[in-house]
C-alpha cells in the first residue's frame, strides 16, 4: 500500500471523525426522516453486548463501561467527534474560558469545576462537589482494586468552597486530564463512605445519576435498567428524559448467538457484529459504520518463551503476517495500520517503520536467530520448539477469523500456534496478567490517551511485561506537556521505538459495525471507550 494511499485513508478517517458524519448511518434518507418526528416516550429497548460482565463499578471494569455509562455519568464526557462536552458539570474547563491555570512557574495547573445545580442521585439525594472529592478519595485509596487509577496521583488535592464547586490542584501539568475519573463517573458519597468499595453490593447495583438505574443484574445473562425517575435532563419542551422505559443489556459474547438473536427479533441493538453478517442483517436492520479509536495487535509475552526477547524472531513475525489478507478475511471494513496511534490523532505518524509482508524474509531472521526447522516442519533450538498457545477473546468473531490467519502466516514460516481462546472474565485475567504466549486483541482508548498504560513499565494495561527506559521517559514526557509541537515529536519518537524493537504488531484498525432497529431515534455512535452509551437520554422508539 503506497504512502498516497495511507495518506487518503487517514483523510477519510479525519472527515469521518470531524463532523457528524461520524458512523453516518447507510440508511441516511431514514435517519432524515426520523429528526422531523416528535420524540415518543417508554417502551423497551433491547441490546446485545459482546462480552460477559465482571462487575457494574465502572472503576473496577475490565470490560468497556457500556451498562455503566447510563447510569454512572462524569462531569464531562465525550461526544461522536471526540470532543469533550459538559454533563455533570456547566461547562468543560479551558485556559480560554479561566476554567484552567497554570502556576507561575508552568509546573502545577488548577482546574475548576462548575457543577449542574438541582442533579439528585437515582435514590433522590443531591449531587455536590463533595462527591468529587470522595472520587478522588475513594479511588487513590490503596485498598480499592481498579482496573485504573489513571490521573489520581497528579491531583494533590480537591477543594470544594460550596456545593457546586470543585477546585482540583495538580502537581503537575497533563493534557490527558479528561480521560481521568472526571469523565469515567462520579461515586455517590453518601452511599460508599466508610465502605469496602472492593465488596459492596455496588458492585452489582451502583448507585448514579445517569438517566437509567439498575434493577437487576444476572451474571452471564443480562442486565435491567429502568428510567431514573430523579434524571435532571429535560428535553427543549421541558418533558424529563430518558425517553425509554427500560433497556435490557443482554450479555451475547458468542458471535453467532448475537446474530441469532437479532435475526429473531430478540435483540433490538447490537454492536461489533460480524463483519460478514452486515449485508444480511441490513434488510431488516439499519447498519452504522463507526470507525472507533481502536487498533487490533498481536502481542507477545516478554515474560514467556525465550524467543520472544529475541528482536530478530519479533520482526520475522511482523514480515510473517499478512495484515491486507486479514483485512480482506474482515470483507474490507478495516484497514492495515503500523502504528497503535491512531491516524485521528495530529501526533499519529505516517512514516513510522514498516515490515512488509516477506515470508522469505521471516525465514532467514529466524535461520539468524538460530531456530532450525525439524522433521515436522517447525523450528527449534535447544530444547525450545517454536509452539506457542495464540489467545483471542471466545465468540468474538472477526478476531477468530484474524486468529486463523496469523496461524497460517507463522505455519508457512515453521511456527506452530495453538488456540487457547478464553472468554469472560478468563479472557480479561489472561489479557491483563499476561496469561498467554501469543495474544490477538484490540485496544480501545480514550479522546486523550495515555499510552503508558499499555507500553510502560508497569502500566495497567501492559500484560506483555515489556519494559523500556526510554520508552517509559518519552511516555512520561508526553503524557505532562500540553505544547502541541512538544507533542508531536515526542510521539515521533515513542512510534519509532514501538516499531523498531516490534514491542507488539499492530494489524488493522477498527471499524465497529452496529445493527439497530429502524424504530430506535436520535442514536449518535461514538469512537471512544466512554462507549456509544454515553448520551442515551435522548433516543427513543418510533412506533
Partial sequence: MTRDVIEARRRSILRLGAGAALGAALNLPGAARAQAQTPRRGGTLSIALPYDLDTLNVFSTGFLGDVQSVVTEGLIAP?????????????VPTAENGGIQLSPDGKRMTITFKLRDGVKWSDGAPFTAADVRFTWMAVKDPSFIAESKEGVEDIDEIETPDPLTAVIRFNTVTPIWPSGFFSRGILPKHALEGKDLNRDSFNEKPLGTGPFMVTEFRRSRHVIVDRNP???RRDAAGTQLPYLDRMVFNLTPDATNMVTRLRSGEIMMAYNIPYGQ?????????IIKNPILSWQRLDFNFKGPEAFRDLKVRQAFAHAINKDNIARALSGFPFVVHTPVSPQFDYYDPDVRRYAFDQAAARRLLDEAGYRAGSDGIRAKGGERMSY???VQSGNAADETAQQVVMANLKAVGVELRPDNKAGVAFREARYKGLYDLLYSRWITSADPAYSKFYGTGGANN???YSNPELDDLLNKAEHSIDRTELKALFKRIQAILADD???????????????????????PNPTNRTIFNNTSGWWLSP
Fill in 79 to 91: 461526544d461522536q467527534d471526540a470532543k469533550y462536552f459538559p454533563v455533570l458539570a456547566t461547562e
Fill in 230 to 232: 430523579h434524571y435532571w
Fill in 278 to 286: 452486515a449485508e444480511a442483517l441490513s434488510a431488516s436492520f439499519e
Fill in 389 to 391: 498457545r495464540i489467545t
Fill in 463 to 465: 500484560g506483555t511485561g
Fill in 502 to 524: 516490534v514491542v507488539t504488531i499492530p494489524t488493522t484498525s477498527n471499524v465497529s459495525l452496529i445493527a439497530k432497529t429502524r424504530k430506535l431515534q436520535n442514536f449518535v
